[in-house]
């Protein structure tokens, strides 16, 4: 059974921190580009950001500069470290894993989510 387990939301106050951890199980992501998407209540699920296997890493333009994703290939974990958060990041975070780098919502694997609240 393959999972991936977000942890590590929470509410905070704008301009506040936090960091996100996901960890898989049940097989190893070789090769895969790993990815975190976002939902907000009445929206769709956007994306924000993706790792791939060689490194090189894409970010949404609305976290470009305050986020950071990176990626433990030998501990199976992906991490989104969130700095200088605001209200409009508000939403359920997810962690997601596919074959190749895409922006759209359509990976192989995907985590329950993780709610990101933040107070103005």
């Known amino acids: 059974q393959v999972q991936l387990v977000e942890s590590g939301g929470g509410l905070v106050q704008a301009g506040d921190s936090l960091s996100l951890s996901c960890a898989a199980s049940?097989?190893?992501?070789?090769?895969?580009?790993m990815g975190w998407f976002r939902q907000a209540p009445g929206k769709e699920r956007e994306f924000v950001t993706a790792?791939?296997?060689?490194?090189?890493?894409v970010y949404a333009d609305s976290v470009k500069g305050r986020f950071t994703i990176s990626r433990d290939n030998a501990k199976n974990t992906v991490l989104l470290q969130m700095n200088s958060l605001k209200p409009e990041d508000t939403a359920v975070y997810y962690c997601?894993?596919?074959?190749?780098?895409?922006?759209?919502?359509?990976?192989?694997?995907w985590g329950q989510g993780t709610q990101v609240t933040v107070s103005s």
């Open positions: 997601a894993a596919h074959r190749y780098y895409t922006r759209a919502p359509l990976y192989d694997y």
């Open positions: 790792i791939m296997w060689s490194g090189t890493t």
């Open positions: 049940g097989r190893t992501f070789t090769g895969y580009t």
